[in-house]
């Protein structure tokens, strides 16, 4: 049976790490936690919970996340975020391919929890990522949203079962988040000299909701559903804002 490393990168995580670590239990052979100096309980709750925890500057997501795998003890990785946790279903596949010494790399299905609902639709269910993976071939890479690059062509299998994403406790911090994440992008596409048009920012966030909410049948998750469908598209508005913005200052 292959010993399976579990990495997680947190800051602040208090009230969320102790329920993914509790679901990791049955998978894990090392737990290893790379921590932007938080300020609460986070390192205690996960040093109580047997694992070994690195206080490290952030780096950016991927930069982190490549430098945590590097501190496994295993080369086969299963990445979380500290406020996912795996459903028993999910355990099950991992613990099967583990026993059954499969090589190769899997992708999960997340379902994401917000505000105390589970959204089916609007586009964030399935949330399919690669989490389960050999780190000889493979690397994060991207500045928001990271992706797994894979070095070989090898079939990547989805496995049974959802990983429980515990996103936003309530709206104040999705639009708080959406703020951040739309200042990163913004400042991507600065740096990769991209610009954008009036009727782009003009028509972009009202078609973001259309499709998050009618064609992707965000309206069958309700009230939520508009609620992400709105912010979202506020957010396209923002990244687009903040782009022409800092083309503007460097013209100035």
């Known amino acids: 049976m292959p010993s399976l490393s579990v990495v997680i990168i947190t800051k602040n995580e208090e009230r969320n790490i102790a329920r993914c670590l509790d679901s990791v239990k049955e998978i894990a052979d090392d737990i290893v936690i790379v921590d932007s100096f938080s300020t609460d309980r986070t390192r205690e709750i996960c040093m109580e919970h047997g694992a070994r925890f690195y206080p490290v500057e952030w780096k950016g997501y991927s930069e982190t996340k490549n430098y945590a795998n ?4 295993h080369d086969w990785i299963f990445s979380i975020d500290a406020d996912e946790a795996l459903s028993e279903e999910l355990i099950k596949s991992i613990l099967e391919i583990k026993k059954s010494a499969t090589a190769g790399n899997y992708r999960i299905c997340r379902i994401t929890n917000y505000c105390g609902k589970w959204i089916r639709h609007s586009s964030w269910y399935p949330d399919i990522k690669t989490r389960f993976f050999d780190r000889r071939v493979t690397h994060w890479e991207g500045l928001i949203h990271e992706r797994l690059n894979i070095a070989n062509e090898q079939e990547i299998k989805i496995l049974r079962g959802d990983c429980y994403h515990y996103s936003y406790y309530n709206i104040g911090e999705h639009v708080l988040q959406a703020n951040y994440f739309s200042t990163l992008a913004a400042e991507d596409l600065f740096r990769k000299n991209i610009r954008v048009g009036m009727l782009k ?8 909701c259309f499709r998050m909410f009618v064609l992707r049948a965000g309206f069958l998750d309700g009230y939520y559903g508009w609620v992400i469908a709105r912010i979202s598209a506020h957010a396209v508005f923002l990244k687009y ?3 022409k913005q800092l083309h503007a200052q460097r013209k100035a």
């Open 201 to 208: 920012l003009m028509f972009a966030p009202g078609f973001r």
């Open 70 to 73: 590097s501190l496994a003890a």
């Open 241 to 243: 804002t903040k782009l």
